[in-house]
Protein backbone atom coordinates (compact mmCIF):
# COMPACT_ATOMS: atom_id res chain seq x y z
CA UNK A 1 0.00 0.00 0.00
CA UNK A 2 2.96 2.48 0.99
CA UNK A 3 4.43 2.18 -2.21
CA UNK A 4 1.29 2.73 -4.14
CA UNK A 5 0.34 6.02 -2.41
CA UNK A 6 3.37 6.90 -3.14
CA UNK A 7 3.44 6.45 -6.58
CA UNK A 8 0.21 8.34 -6.91
CA UNK A 9 1.50 11.14 -5.09
CA UNK A 10 4.35 12.19 -7.62
CA UNK A 11 2.68 11.58 -10.30
CA UNK A 12 2.17 15.05 -12.44
CA UNK A 13 0.23 16.47 -15.13
CA UNK A 14 2.07 18.89 -17.30
CA UNK A 15 -0.19 21.58 -16.33
CA UNK A 16 0.53 21.03 -12.70
CA UNK A 17 4.27 21.07 -13.65
CA UNK A 18 4.07 24.57 -15.24
CA UNK A 19 1.76 25.62 -12.62
CA UNK A 20 4.01 24.52 -10.19
CA UNK A 21 7.33 22.98 -10.52
CA UNK A 22 8.69 22.25 -7.71
CA UNK A 23 12.51 21.48 -9.01
CA UNK A 24 14.33 19.01 -7.55
CA UNK A 25 11.80 16.75 -6.51
CA UNK A 26 10.85 13.04 -8.41
CA UNK A 27 8.08 13.13 -10.29
CA UNK A 28 6.26 10.25 -12.55
CA UNK A 29 4.78 11.70 -15.54
CA UNK A 30 2.25 9.94 -18.26
CA UNK A 31 1.98 11.44 -21.89
CA UNK A 32 2.74 11.20 -25.51
CA UNK A 33 5.62 10.81 -27.26
CA UNK A 34 5.85 13.99 -29.48
CA UNK A 35 9.30 13.71 -30.70
CA UNK A 36 12.58 11.86 -29.69
CA UNK A 37 16.36 12.96 -30.34
CA UNK A 38 19.30 10.85 -29.74
CA UNK A 39 22.74 11.90 -29.78
CA UNK A 40 25.70 10.21 -28.73
CA UNK A 41 25.61 10.21 -24.81
CA UNK A 42 22.04 11.61 -24.51
CA UNK A 43 18.97 11.64 -25.65
CA UNK A 44 15.91 14.05 -25.62
CA UNK A 45 12.03 13.37 -26.10
CA UNK A 46 9.37 16.11 -25.79
CA UNK A 47 5.95 14.21 -24.04
CA UNK A 48 2.52 15.86 -24.04
CA UNK A 49 -0.71 15.21 -22.13
CA UNK A 50 -2.97 17.35 -23.43
CA UNK A 51 -3.39 19.00 -19.72
CA UNK A 52 -1.32 22.32 -21.27
CA UNK A 53 -0.42 23.65 -24.47
CA UNK A 54 3.40 23.18 -22.47
CA UNK A 55 5.12 19.83 -22.89
CA UNK A 56 7.93 18.58 -21.05
CA UNK A 57 11.23 18.12 -22.29
CA UNK A 58 12.97 15.09 -21.02
CA UNK A 59 16.17 14.00 -21.20
CA UNK A 60 17.28 10.44 -20.63
CA UNK A 61 19.91 7.84 -21.88
CA UNK A 62 20.40 6.95 -25.71
CA UNK A 63 19.56 3.22 -24.46
CA UNK A 64 16.57 4.20 -22.48
CA UNK A 65 15.55 6.43 -25.47
CA UNK A 66 15.32 3.06 -27.38
CA UNK A 67 12.10 2.61 -26.00
CA UNK A 68 10.57 5.49 -27.20
CA UNK A 69 8.93 6.52 -30.55
CA UNK A 70 6.93 9.71 -31.67
CA UNK A 71 3.08 8.68 -30.69
CA UNK A 72 3.99 5.85 -27.86
CA UNK A 73 2.37 5.85 -24.72
CA UNK A 74 5.11 6.39 -21.87
CA UNK A 75 5.57 6.96 -17.72
CA UNK A 76 8.57 8.37 -17.23
CA UNK A 77 10.06 9.20 -13.32
CA UNK A 78 12.94 11.24 -12.71
CA UNK A 79 14.07 14.35 -10.96
CA UNK A 80 12.34 17.59 -11.82
CA UNK A 81 15.52 20.29 -13.00
CA UNK A 82 16.03 23.51 -13.94
CA UNK A 83 16.44 23.81 -17.80
CA UNK A 84 19.52 24.72 -19.89
CA UNK A 85 17.50 24.84 -23.08
CA UNK A 86 14.66 27.05 -23.81
CA UNK A 87 12.27 25.40 -21.76
CA UNK A 88 11.66 26.27 -17.89
CA UNK A 89 12.60 22.95 -16.20
CA UNK A 90 13.35 19.39 -17.68
CA UNK A 91 12.62 15.75 -16.15
CA UNK A 92 15.69 13.81 -15.62
CA UNK A 93 14.69 10.49 -15.84
CA UNK A 94 16.09 8.14 -13.09
CA UNK A 95 18.74 5.39 -13.84
CA UNK A 96 17.08 1.70 -13.90
CA UNK A 97 18.09 0.27 -10.74
CA UNK A 98 17.82 -3.65 -10.59
CA UNK A 99 14.93 -4.85 -8.42
CA UNK A 100 12.80 -1.71 -8.81
CA UNK A 101 10.27 -0.45 -11.23
CA UNK A 102 12.27 0.82 -14.77
CA UNK A 103 11.62 4.39 -14.68
CA UNK A 104 10.62 4.08 -18.48
CA UNK A 105 7.46 2.25 -19.22
CA UNK A 106 5.73 2.09 -22.54
CA UNK A 107 2.25 1.94 -22.01
CA UNK A 108 1.17 1.78 -25.47
CA UNK A 109 3.64 1.07 -27.89
CA UNK A 110 3.12 2.85 -32.02
CA UNK A 111 5.19 2.10 -34.59
CA UNK A 112 6.29 4.33 -37.65
CA UNK A 113 2.91 4.33 -39.31
CA UNK A 114 1.84 6.73 -36.32
CA UNK A 115 0.08 8.89 -38.45
CA UNK A 116 0.83 12.00 -36.58
CA UNK A 117 4.92 12.60 -37.34
CA UNK A 118 6.75 15.95 -36.39
CA UNK A 119 5.82 18.55 -39.08
CA UNK A 120 3.18 20.94 -40.09
CA UNK A 121 0.05 18.80 -40.88
CA UNK A 122 -2.53 20.55 -42.49
CA UNK A 123 -6.03 20.98 -41.36
CA UNK A 124 -7.85 19.31 -43.83
CA UNK A 125 -5.40 16.06 -43.39
CA UNK A 126 -5.88 16.17 -39.80
CA UNK A 127 -9.90 15.96 -39.82
CA UNK A 128 -9.04 12.20 -41.88
CA UNK A 129 -7.12 11.49 -38.59
CA UNK A 130 -9.98 11.97 -36.14
CA UNK A 131 -8.29 9.54 -33.33
CA UNK A 132 -5.69 11.41 -33.30
CA UNK A 133 -6.15 14.95 -34.84
CA UNK A 134 -6.56 16.30 -30.97
CA UNK A 135 -3.13 15.61 -29.89
CA UNK A 136 -1.77 18.45 -31.87
CA UNK A 137 -1.28 21.62 -29.81
CA UNK A 138 -3.01 23.85 -31.81
CA UNK A 139 -6.20 21.64 -31.92
CA UNK A 140 -5.69 20.42 -28.27
CA UNK A 141 -5.86 24.15 -26.77
CA UNK A 142 -9.29 24.85 -28.72
CA UNK A 143 -10.40 21.88 -26.67
CA UNK A 144 -9.32 22.95 -23.53
CA UNK A 145 -11.08 26.98 -24.75
CA UNK A 146 -14.64 24.94 -25.04
CA UNK A 147 -13.96 23.91 -21.50
CA UNK A 148 -12.86 27.09 -20.35
CA UNK A 149 -15.67 28.87 -21.70
CA UNK A 150 -18.73 26.18 -21.11
CA UNK A 151 -17.87 26.83 -17.00
CA UNK A 152 -17.44 30.49 -17.20
CA UNK A 153 -20.65 30.70 -19.18
CA UNK A 154 -22.28 28.53 -16.83
CA UNK A 155 -21.32 30.67 -14.08
CA UNK A 156 -22.42 33.65 -15.57
CA UNK A 157 -25.63 32.35 -15.40
CA UNK A 158 -25.65 31.22 -12.28
CA UNK A 159 -24.81 34.39 -10.90
CA UNK A 160 -27.49 36.18 -12.77
CA UNK A 161 -30.48 33.84 -11.51
CA UNK A 162 -30.60 31.64 -14.54
CA UNK A 163 -31.50 27.91 -14.25
CA UNK A 164 -29.81 25.24 -16.35
CA UNK A 165 -32.19 23.51 -18.41
CA UNK A 166 -32.20 20.80 -20.62
CA UNK A 167 -34.21 20.56 -23.85
CA UNK A 168 -35.03 17.36 -26.09
CA UNK A 169 -33.15 16.63 -29.49
CA UNK A 170 -35.86 14.73 -31.08
CA UNK A 171 -38.60 17.09 -31.50
CA UNK A 172 -41.74 17.53 -33.37
CA UNK A 173 -41.04 21.15 -34.56
CA UNK A 174 -39.25 23.38 -36.70
CA UNK A 175 -38.49 26.23 -34.69
CA UNK A 176 -36.72 28.43 -37.51
CA UNK A 177 -39.38 27.29 -40.08
CA UNK A 178 -36.55 27.20 -42.29
CA UNK A 179 -37.49 23.67 -43.68
CA UNK A 180 -33.75 22.93 -42.74
CA UNK A 181 -34.42 19.62 -40.44
CA UNK A 182 -32.96 16.39 -39.88
CA UNK A 183 -35.87 14.30 -40.63
CA UNK A 184 -35.93 10.84 -38.27
CA UNK A 185 -39.56 10.29 -38.37
CA UNK A 186 -41.37 10.37 -41.39
CA UNK A 187 -44.96 10.53 -39.38
CA UNK A 188 -45.82 8.18 -42.94
CA UNK A 189 -45.89 4.42 -42.65
CA UNK A 190 -44.50 2.84 -45.74
CA UNK A 191 -44.85 -0.40 -46.87
CA UNK A 192 -42.07 -1.64 -46.98
CA UNK A 193 -41.11 -0.54 -43.91
CA UNK A 194 -38.02 1.65 -44.75
CA UNK A 195 -39.42 5.01 -43.60
CA UNK A 196 -38.68 5.70 -39.85
CA UNK A 197 -42.30 5.67 -38.07
CA UNK A 198 -40.78 4.75 -34.53
CA UNK A 199 -42.86 7.79 -33.23
CA UNK A 200 -46.02 7.30 -34.93
CA UNK A 201 -48.25 9.39 -37.33
CA UNK A 202 -46.05 12.83 -36.75
CA UNK A 203 -42.95 13.65 -38.46
CA UNK A 204 -40.10 13.86 -35.50
CA UNK A 205 -36.87 15.95 -36.69
CA UNK A 206 -33.11 16.71 -34.87
CA UNK A 207 -33.92 19.67 -33.04
CA UNK A 208 -32.34 22.93 -34.70
CA UNK A 209 -32.94 25.40 -31.57
CA UNK A 210 -34.21 24.84 -28.33
CA UNK A 211 -35.78 27.85 -28.02
CA UNK A 212 -39.82 26.47 -28.05
CA UNK A 213 -38.79 24.29 -25.54
CA UNK A 214 -37.24 27.10 -23.23
CA UNK A 215 -39.91 29.45 -23.90
CA UNK A 216 -41.86 26.48 -21.86
CA UNK A 217 -39.51 26.49 -19.14
CA UNK A 218 -38.87 30.36 -18.98
CA UNK A 219 -42.79 30.07 -18.31
CA UNK A 220 -42.05 28.31 -15.01
CA UNK A 221 -38.65 29.15 -14.19
CA UNK A 222 -38.70 32.71 -14.86
CA UNK A 223 -34.86 32.37 -16.43
CA UNK A 224 -33.84 29.25 -17.94
CA UNK A 225 -30.24 29.12 -20.38
CA UNK A 226 -29.54 25.68 -21.89
CA UNK A 227 -26.23 24.40 -24.29
CA UNK A 228 -27.20 21.91 -26.55
CA UNK A 229 -26.37 20.23 -29.96
CA UNK A 230 -28.52 21.88 -32.41
CA UNK A 231 -29.24 20.29 -36.17
CA UNK A 232 -29.39 22.06 -39.44
CA UNK A 233 -29.29 20.43 -42.86
CA UNK A 234 -28.17 23.51 -44.35
CA UNK A 235 -25.55 22.82 -47.42
CA UNK A 236 -23.49 25.30 -47.21
CA UNK A 237 -20.10 24.79 -47.45
CA UNK A 238 -18.26 27.78 -45.29
CA UNK A 239 -15.82 28.08 -42.89
CA UNK A 240 -18.66 29.46 -40.36
CA UNK A 241 -21.41 26.20 -41.24
CA UNK A 242 -21.75 23.14 -39.35
CA UNK A 243 -24.37 20.68 -39.64
CA UNK A 244 -24.83 19.77 -35.86
CA UNK A 245 -23.12 22.60 -33.60
CA UNK A 246 -24.24 23.73 -29.97
CA UNK A 247 -25.87 26.09 -29.07
CA UNK A 248 -26.08 28.06 -25.78
CA UNK A 249 -29.61 29.63 -25.45
CA UNK A 250 -30.78 31.84 -23.08
CA UNK A 251 -34.60 33.07 -22.21
CA UNK A 252 -35.78 35.57 -19.49
CA UNK A 253 -39.42 35.75 -18.72
CA UNK A 254 -40.86 39.55 -17.64
CA UNK A 255 -39.40 41.81 -19.98
CA UNK A 256 -40.65 44.02 -22.35
CA UNK A 257 -37.01 45.32 -23.66
CA UNK A 258 -34.61 44.13 -26.10
CA UNK A 259 -31.84 45.72 -24.19
CA UNK A 260 -32.07 43.55 -21.25
CA UNK A 261 -31.52 40.70 -23.89
CA UNK A 262 -28.79 42.09 -25.27
CA UNK A 263 -27.11 42.94 -22.18
CA UNK A 264 -27.37 39.57 -20.79
CA UNK A 265 -25.90 38.36 -23.90
CA UNK A 266 -23.17 41.00 -23.75
CA UNK A 267 -22.18 39.66 -20.37
CA UNK A 268 -22.21 36.13 -21.06
CA UNK A 269 -19.54 36.64 -23.77
CA UNK A 270 -17.52 38.93 -21.15
CA UNK A 271 -17.34 35.64 -19.24
CA UNK A 272 -15.58 33.66 -21.81
CA UNK A 273 -13.12 36.08 -23.01
CA UNK A 274 -10.02 34.27 -21.56
CA UNK A 275 -8.17 35.05 -18.41
CA UNK A 276 -4.11 34.98 -18.12
CA UNK A 277 -3.64 31.45 -17.81
CA UNK A 278 -6.19 30.66 -20.80
CA UNK A 279 -4.47 33.59 -22.82
CA UNK A 280 -1.23 31.90 -22.53
CA UNK A 281 -2.69 28.47 -23.66
CA UNK A 282 -4.54 30.08 -26.98
CA UNK A 283 -1.66 31.77 -27.79
CA UNK A 284 0.99 29.20 -27.71
CA UNK A 285 -1.34 26.66 -29.18
CA UNK A 286 -2.53 29.42 -31.89
CA UNK A 287 1.58 29.68 -33.24
CA UNK A 288 1.39 26.12 -34.80
CA UNK A 289 -1.89 25.72 -35.72
CA UNK A 290 -3.00 29.47 -37.25
CA UNK A 291 -2.06 32.11 -39.47
CA UNK A 292 -3.95 34.97 -36.79
CA UNK A 293 -1.69 37.01 -34.78
CA UNK A 294 -1.54 36.93 -31.72
CA UNK A 295 -2.09 40.81 -31.77
CA UNK A 296 -5.56 40.29 -33.67
CA UNK A 297 -6.22 37.64 -31.03
CA UNK A 298 -5.21 39.75 -28.18
CA UNK A 299 -7.62 42.99 -29.56
CA UNK A 300 -10.39 40.69 -29.58
CA UNK A 301 -10.43 39.86 -26.12
CA UNK A 302 -10.08 43.80 -25.21
CA UNK A 303 -12.82 44.38 -27.74
CA UNK A 304 -14.96 41.80 -26.12
CA UNK A 305 -13.64 42.76 -22.50
CA UNK A 306 -14.55 46.11 -22.84
CA UNK A 307 -16.54 47.37 -20.35
CA UNK A 308 -19.14 49.82 -22.08
CA UNK A 309 -21.89 48.26 -23.83
CA UNK A 310 -21.31 47.46 -27.13
CA UNK A 311 -22.68 49.36 -29.99
CA UNK A 312 -26.15 48.96 -31.28
CA UNK A 313 -27.52 50.00 -34.29
CA UNK A 314 -30.97 49.08 -36.18
CA UNK A 315 -31.39 47.13 -39.58
CA UNK A 316 -32.05 50.40 -41.09
CA UNK A 317 -29.92 52.26 -39.84
CA UNK A 318 -27.40 49.47 -41.06
CA UNK A 319 -28.01 49.78 -44.39
CA UNK A 320 -27.56 53.19 -44.73
CA UNK A 321 -24.07 52.96 -43.37
CA UNK A 322 -23.55 49.79 -45.58
CA UNK A 323 -24.87 52.06 -48.64
CA UNK A 324 -21.26 53.72 -48.92
CA UNK A 325 -19.39 50.56 -49.38
CA UNK A 326 -22.11 48.51 -50.86
CA UNK A 327 -24.67 51.38 -53.32
CA UNK A 328 -27.26 48.74 -54.73
CA UNK A 329 -28.36 47.48 -50.78
CA UNK A 330 -31.63 48.03 -50.26
CA UNK A 331 -33.97 48.59 -47.27
CA UNK A 332 -35.88 44.98 -47.36
CA UNK A 333 -32.58 42.97 -48.62
CA UNK A 334 -31.03 40.17 -46.21
CA UNK A 335 -27.36 41.30 -45.54
CA UNK A 336 -24.61 39.16 -46.57
CA UNK A 337 -21.69 37.51 -44.89
CA UNK A 338 -19.50 39.94 -46.42
CA UNK A 339 -21.67 43.27 -45.31
CA UNK A 340 -22.19 42.04 -41.79
CA UNK A 341 -18.12 41.27 -41.35
CA UNK A 342 -17.60 45.13 -42.96
CA UNK A 343 -20.10 46.88 -40.52
CA UNK A 344 -18.80 45.28 -37.53
CA UNK A 345 -14.74 45.72 -38.75
CA UNK A 346 -14.56 48.76 -40.62
CA UNK A 347 -17.75 51.12 -40.06
CA UNK A 348 -17.99 49.81 -36.15
CA UNK A 349 -14.51 48.63 -35.38
CA UNK A 350 -16.16 46.10 -32.95
CA UNK A 351 -18.71 44.14 -31.63
CA UNK A 352 -22.72 45.48 -32.98
CA UNK A 353 -26.05 44.56 -31.79
CA UNK A 354 -28.27 44.78 -35.08
CA UNK A 355 -31.86 45.43 -34.10
CA UNK A 356 -35.27 45.08 -35.66
CA UNK A 357 -35.00 43.75 -38.90
CA UNK A 358 -37.67 43.70 -41.70
CA UNK A 359 -40.50 41.32 -40.55
CA UNK A 360 -40.24 38.98 -44.18
CA UNK A 361 -36.65 37.97 -42.85
CA UNK A 362 -37.22 36.83 -39.49
CA UNK A 363 -39.34 33.48 -38.01
CA UNK A 364 -42.91 33.75 -37.07
CA UNK A 365 -42.08 33.50 -33.32
CA UNK A 366 -40.66 37.69 -33.25
CA UNK A 367 -42.42 40.15 -31.91
CA UNK A 368 -43.83 43.06 -34.17
CA UNK A 369 -42.78 46.20 -33.50
CA UNK A 370 -45.18 48.90 -33.68
CA UNK A 371 -44.86 50.63 -36.92
CA UNK A 372 -46.84 53.03 -39.15
CA UNK A 373 -45.59 52.05 -42.56
CA UNK A 374 -46.61 48.40 -42.47
CA UNK A 375 -44.52 48.28 -46.14
CA UNK A 376 -41.96 48.48 -43.48
CA UNK A 377 -42.76 46.13 -40.88
CA UNK A 378 -39.97 44.76 -38.54
CA UNK A 379 -39.40 42.51 -35.57
CA UNK A 380 -37.76 43.62 -31.92
CA UNK A 381 -35.02 40.84 -32.79
CA UNK A 382 -31.22 41.60 -33.05
CA UNK A 383 -27.56 39.81 -34.40
CA UNK A 384 -24.77 40.32 -32.68
CA UNK A 385 -22.30 40.76 -35.43
CA UNK A 386 -18.56 40.85 -34.79
CA UNK A 387 -15.37 41.47 -37.13
CA UNK A 388 -13.81 39.04 -39.28
CA UNK A 389 -16.64 36.61 -38.13
CA UNK A 390 -20.23 38.31 -38.83
CA UNK A 391 -23.12 37.04 -36.75
CA UNK A 392 -22.51 35.51 -33.15
CA UNK A 393 -25.99 35.57 -31.79
CA UNK A 394 -29.37 36.18 -32.59
CA UNK A 395 -32.43 36.92 -30.64
CA UNK A 396 -35.56 38.33 -30.02
CA UNK A 397 -38.13 39.24 -28.28
CA UNK A 398 -41.01 36.79 -28.40
CA UNK A 399 -44.30 37.26 -29.56
CA UNK A 400 -46.84 36.91 -26.43
CA UNK A 401 -49.93 37.54 -27.99
CA UNK A 402 -51.97 34.56 -29.30
CA UNK A 403 -54.03 36.16 -32.09
CA UNK A 404 -51.11 37.96 -33.42
CA UNK A 405 -48.78 35.06 -33.41
CA UNK A 406 -51.64 32.42 -35.00
CA UNK A 407 -51.90 35.32 -37.95
CA UNK A 408 -47.96 35.31 -37.99
CA UNK A 409 -48.20 32.05 -38.10
CA UNK A 410 -50.84 32.03 -41.21
CA UNK A 411 -48.32 34.28 -43.05
CA UNK A 412 -45.82 31.94 -42.46
CA UNK A 413 -47.74 28.75 -44.03
CA UNK A 414 -47.42 26.81 -40.88
CA UNK A 415 -50.25 24.91 -39.16
CA UNK A 416 -51.39 25.92 -35.94
CA UNK A 417 -52.39 22.26 -34.55
CA UNK A 418 -48.49 21.69 -34.58
CA UNK A 419 -47.85 23.79 -31.97
CA UNK A 420 -50.83 23.66 -29.83
CA UNK A 421 -49.00 23.38 -26.53
CA UNK A 422 -46.78 26.29 -27.80
CA UNK A 423 -49.60 28.40 -28.63
CA UNK A 424 -51.21 27.54 -25.09
CA UNK A 425 -48.59 29.70 -23.40
CA UNK A 426 -49.82 32.57 -24.83
CA UNK A 427 -53.70 31.42 -24.32
CA UNK A 428 -52.97 30.93 -20.45
CA UNK A 429 -50.85 33.19 -18.54
CA UNK A 430 -49.11 34.91 -21.04
CA UNK A 431 -45.59 36.68 -20.36
CA UNK A 432 -43.42 39.22 -22.10
CA UNK A 433 -39.92 37.44 -22.68
CA UNK A 434 -37.11 37.26 -24.95
CA UNK A 435 -33.62 35.16 -25.88
CA UNK A 436 -31.35 34.12 -27.59
CA UNK A 437 -28.97 31.66 -29.26
CA UNK A 438 -25.02 32.09 -29.49
CA UNK A 439 -23.57 29.31 -31.74
CA UNK A 440 -20.89 28.37 -29.47
CA UNK A 441 -18.18 26.64 -32.21
CA UNK A 442 -18.58 30.16 -34.02
CA UNK A 443 -17.30 32.18 -30.03
CA UNK A 444 -14.69 29.39 -30.19
CA UNK A 445 -13.48 30.86 -33.70
CA UNK A 446 -13.48 33.84 -32.74
CA UNK A 447 -11.26 33.72 -29.50
CA UNK A 448 -9.52 31.40 -30.78
CA UNK A 449 -8.44 32.26 -33.75
CA UNK A 450 -9.79 29.30 -35.48
CA UNK A 451 -9.91 29.99 -39.06
CA UNK A 452 -12.50 27.32 -40.26
CA UNK A 453 -15.58 26.10 -37.69
CA UNK A 454 -14.72 22.58 -38.43
CA UNK A 455 -11.64 22.73 -36.42
CA UNK A 456 -13.73 24.21 -33.56
CA UNK A 457 -15.84 20.98 -32.49
CA UNK A 458 -14.73 17.78 -31.81
CA UNK A 459 -16.17 15.86 -34.65
CA UNK A 460 -17.19 17.93 -37.31
CA UNK A 461 -20.79 17.30 -39.06
CA UNK A 462 -21.25 19.03 -42.94
CA UNK A 463 -23.05 18.16 -46.22
CA UNK A 464 -21.08 14.81 -47.24
CA UNK A 465 -18.63 14.52 -44.12
CA UNK A 466 -19.82 12.23 -41.22
CA UNK A 467 -16.10 10.56 -41.06
CA UNK A 468 -16.84 9.14 -37.45
N1 LIG B 1 -32.81 30.75 -28.86
C1 LIG B 1 -32.75 31.54 -29.90
O1 LIG B 1 -33.23 32.65 -29.92
C2 LIG B 1 -32.02 31.05 -31.13
C3 LIG B 1 -32.89 31.04 -32.34
N2 LIG B 1 -34.01 30.16 -32.22
C4 LIG B 1 -32.00 30.61 -33.52
O2 LIG B 1 -31.99 29.44 -33.83
O3 LIG B 1 -31.29 31.43 -34.05
Same mark, same amino acid.
Given at each position: ? $???????? /? &???? %? +???? #????????????????????????????????????????????????????????????????????????????????????????????????????????????????? $???????? /? &???? %? +???? #?????????????????????????????????????????????????????????????????????????????????????????????????????????????????????????? &????????????????????????????????????????????????????????????????????????????????????????????????????????????????????????????????????????????????????????????????????????????????????????????????????
Amino acid at each position: M $RTSRAVLA /S &VRTI %R +SLVE #SPRLGEDATVNGWVRSVRRMKKVAFADIGDGTSADTLAVVLTPEQSKQLSTGACVQLSGKLSESPGNQKFELQVAEPVPGKPDPVKVLGPADQSYPLQKKFHTAEYLRTIPSF $RWKTLGNS /S &VLRY %R +SYAQ #SRIARYFESAGFTQVSSPIITSSDCEGAGEVFTINSGEPDKNQKQPYFFGDKPAYLSVSSQLHLEVYAAALSRVWNMAPAFRAEKSDTNRHLSEFWMVEAELAFTESLKDVMTVAEQMIRAA &VPDSAMAIDIIQSNKQSSSTKQETLKQRWQMLSQPKPWARVTYTEAVELLRKEFPSLKWGDSLSSEQEKHLAAHIIQGPVFVTDYPMHQKPFYMKKNAVSDETKATVACFDLLVPEMGELIGGSLREDDHQTLLSAMNDNNMNPDDLEWYLDLRKYGSFPHGGYGMGFERLVCFVCGVENIREAIGFPRWAGSCVC
